[in-house]
Nanobody, 124 residues
């Protein structure tokens, strides 16, 4: 079992920056894949970025490439998402997610562990 707690969501102006964090606890000594997803109420949860804790490989959704950076601090068991050049389309609830083992994709159904989310609102 892995427990995840996100923080860092806020309201920002367009073109601004924000950093999200997710602290993991529980079974954190095993190889796992960690990711950020986002969602608008009533729509499917969208994969934003993922990182393989074992080999460090990353993957981004096309909509955030070049603007968002995912990283992981192994010593602190903390996943981060640095978001730059934010626009109104980035307004979503952001979720941290984890799956045990290596990363195989960024589809929401692959991830059994989820945080409760943190809200990001971008205003023009």
């Amino acid at each position: 079992q892995v427990q995840l707690v996100e923080s860092g969501g806020a309201s920002v102006q367009a073109n601004g920056s924000l950093s999200l964090s997710c602290i993991a606890s529980g079974k954190t000594n095993s190889r796992r894949c960690m990711a950020w997803f986002r969602q608008v109420p009533g729509k499917k949860r969208e994969g934003v970025a993922r990182i393989d804790i074992g080999d460090g490989s990353v993957e981004y959704a096309d909509s955030v490439k070049g603007r968002f950076t995912i990283s992981h601090d192994n010593a602190k068991n903390t996943l981060s998402l640095q978001m730059n050049s934010l626009n109104t389309e980035d307004t979503r609830m952001y979720y941290c997610a984890a799956q045990m083992g290596r990363c195989v994709g960024l589809e929401y159904y692959r991830f059994p562990y989820w945080g409760k989310g943190t809200q990001v609102t971008v205003s023009s």
